[in-house]
């Protein structure tokens, strides 16, 4: 046919093989680009705004403890029977659409056979909503409860500087990361009389001790370097001079290596420290459904 280019059998070869390659090249590279948009998009998924100073002076936190008495309530016997209901039961997802909580962390003492809740929350009127809602009042009726306490405090500033630091094995985190952590709550109480030059002699004096530079002296910062812990809330109760930390290890390891620390063990020391307690909690697990919910900044 007269135009027609003849291609012999070795060039119909060499033209079938180099189409193959593109067709693989092109393949190769439309992977590359799905992947690094999957990775981008996973990435944006579980990014979260860091807290910031604005943060803390609007949050609160709820601490909250249910004495358990396992005698009266068939369907809750001990407290495995409880974990189950926290976690395989689902309960603990009824606080994950609460609006306005940052954090509610489900903690148990066996010392004293209390169950306790640590919440944080966005905003002083979240707490205000929750603490007037059924879902809270209801605490008070559980049949496995004999009493209840809630006591409400300020977060302080600077404690941005020590939260959410060492990531959770998992993001989100999983019910296996959650029930080997620890909470260690320390209660201290102040004293604003000591007449000594240069320490706090009221709450505002002492917040400003912990607010972040340039406002303060950072205090808290050097908590935020901790193995292991995920963070630790610095909060007051202005009705009683107390000072509280909350802190949240991710395993046990990191707790005892605190404790076992000068930081920790000198923290009774200086002479506005009039009494210092603490106690280690288990975090029970279903917490990781109330944990890390929302984003900092958007409230």
């Given at each position: 046919m007269p135009g027609t280019v003849l291609l012999s059998a070795e060039e119909v070869e060499a033209t079938r093989m180099e189409l193959e390659r593109l067709r693989a090249e092109n393949a190769e590279l439309k992977c590359r680009f799905e992947g690094v948009q999957t990775m981008d998009n996973s990435a944006a998924k579980f990014a979260i705004a860091a807290p910031t100073?604005?943060?803390?002076?609007?949050?609160?936190?709820?601490?909250?403890?249910?004495?358990?008495?396992?005698?009266?309530?068939?369907?809750?016997?001990?407290?495995?029977?409880?974990?189950y209901a926290l976690s395989e039961g689902g309960l603990t997802k009824t606080w994950a659409a609460l609006p306005g909580l940052r954090h509610k962390y489900f903690i148990y003492d066996h010392e004293e056979e209390e169950c306790k809740g640590v919440y944080v929350f966005y905003t002083e009127q979240a707490l205000t909503d929750y603490m007037a809602s059924d879902l809270f009042k209801a605490q008070s009726t559980y049949p496995h409860v004999s009493k209840v306490t809630a006591e409400v405090k300020d977060v302080m500033p600077g404690t941005e500087l020590a939260i959410e630091k060492t990531s959770w094995a998992h993001t989100p985190p999983t019910r296996d990361d959650v029930s080997v952590a620890k909470m260690l709550v320390?209660?201290?109480?102040?004293?604003f009389t000591t007449g000594v030059e240069g320490l706090p002699t009221k709450k505002e004096e002492l917040y400003g001790f912990m607010a972040a530079p340039p406002n303060g002296m950072g205090y808290p910062a050097q908590f935020g370097e901790l193995e292991g812990l995920r963070g630790k809330y610095f909060a007051y109760d202005a009705?009683?001079?107390?000072?509280?930390?909350?802190?949240?290890?991710?395993?046990?390891?990191?707790?005892?290596?605190?404790?076992?620390?000068?930081?920790?063990?000198?923290?009774?020391?200086?002479?506005?420290?009039?009494?210092?307690?603490?106690?280690?909690?288990?975090?029970?697990?279903?917490?990781?459904?109330?944990i890390d919910l929302g984003e900092w900044g958007s409230n």
């Amino acid at each position: 046919m007269p135009g027609t280019v003849l291609l012999s059998a070795e060039e119909v070869e060499a033209t079938r093989m180099e189409l193959e390659r593109l067709r693989a090249e092109n393949a190769e590279l439309k992977c590359r680009f799905e992947g690094v948009q999957t990775m981008d998009n996973s990435a944006a998924k579980f990014a979260i705004a860091a807290p910031t100073g604005a943060d803390m002076e609007k949050a609160k936190l709820l601490y909250v403890t249910l004495k358990m008495d396992y005698t009266t309530n068939p369907d809750v016997p001990n407290v495995d029977s409880l974990k189950y209901a926290l976690s395989e039961g689902g309960l603990t997802k009824t606080w994950a659409a609460l609006p306005g909580l940052r954090h509610k962390y489900f903690i148990y003492d066996h010392e004293e056979e209390e169950c306790k809740g640590v919440y944080v929350f966005y905003t002083e009127q979240a707490l205000t909503d929750y603490m007037a809602s059924d879902l809270f009042k209801a605490q008070s009726t559980y049949p496995h409860v004999s009493k209840v306490t809630a006591e409400v405090k300020d977060v302080m500033p600077g404690t941005e500087l020590a939260i959410e630091k060492t990531s959770w094995a998992h993001t989100p985190p999983t019910r296996d990361d959650v029930s080997v952590a620890k909470m260690l709550v320390v209660d201290i109480t102040m004293d604003f009389t000591t007449g000594v030059e240069g320490l706090p002699t009221k709450k505002e004096e002492l917040y400003g001790f912990m607010a972040a530079p340039p406002n303060g002296m950072g205090y808290p910062a050097q908590f935020g370097e901790l193995e292991g812990l995920r963070g630790k809330y610095f909060a007051y109760d202005a009705s009683i001079d107390h000072c509280y930390g909350f802190y949240t290890f991710i395993n046990q390891a990191s707790l005892d290596k605190y404790m076992a620390s000068d930081l920790f063990k000198k923290q009774g020391e200086p002479p506005h420290i009039k009494a210092l307690t603490y106690k280690v909690h288990d975090v029970l697990p279903g917490t990781e459904a109330s944990i890390d919910l929302g984003e900092w900044g958007s409230n």
